[in-house]
Nanobody
Framework: QVQLVESGGGLVQPGGSLRLSCAAPEPTFASSAMGWFRQAPGAEREFVST????????MYADSVKDRFTISRDNIKKQVYLQMNALKPEDTAVYYC???????????????WGKGTQVTVST
């Protein structure tokens, strides 16, 4: 069972930044695409960003493009989401997930973390 653990969430003012981390201490991490999804209260879970196993191909939702950056460190077995210029509408629980292939569809992801809360508010 792959265990993913997110960290780095919190309360931040609009315009601020946060960096989310996801630890995936599994041998298969280096061969997995990794994604970030989020779910706001009363809303469905939505795609945020994904990165391929080598870290060379990335994809972003239009709502976060040019503000968020996904990256990974295959030696440390970590994936990151740098979030800048945060807006109140970015408030959600953010989930890290692992998939066998590069995809923006949540159904492609086999393993999920428990999530970390991000709240953007004054």
């Amino acid at each position: 069972q792959v265990q993913l653990v997110e960290s780095g969430g919190g309360l931040v003012q609009p315009g601020g930044s946060l960096r989310l981390s996801c630890a995936a201490p599994e041998p298969t991490f280096a061969s997995s695409a990794m994604g970030w999804f989020r779910q706001a209260p009363g809303a469905e879970r939505e795609f945020v960003s994904t990165i391929d196993a080598t870290g060379t191909i990335t994809m972003y939702a239009d709502s976060v493009k040019d503000r968020f950056t996904i990256s990974r460190d295959n030696i440390k077995k970590q994936v990151y989401l740098q979030m800048n210029a945060l807006k109140p509408e970015d408030t959600a629980v953010y989930y890290c997930a692992a998939a066998w292939y590069f995809s923006r569809s949540s159904s492609s992801y086999n393993y999920w973390g428990k999530g970390t809360q991000v709240t953007v508010s004054t």
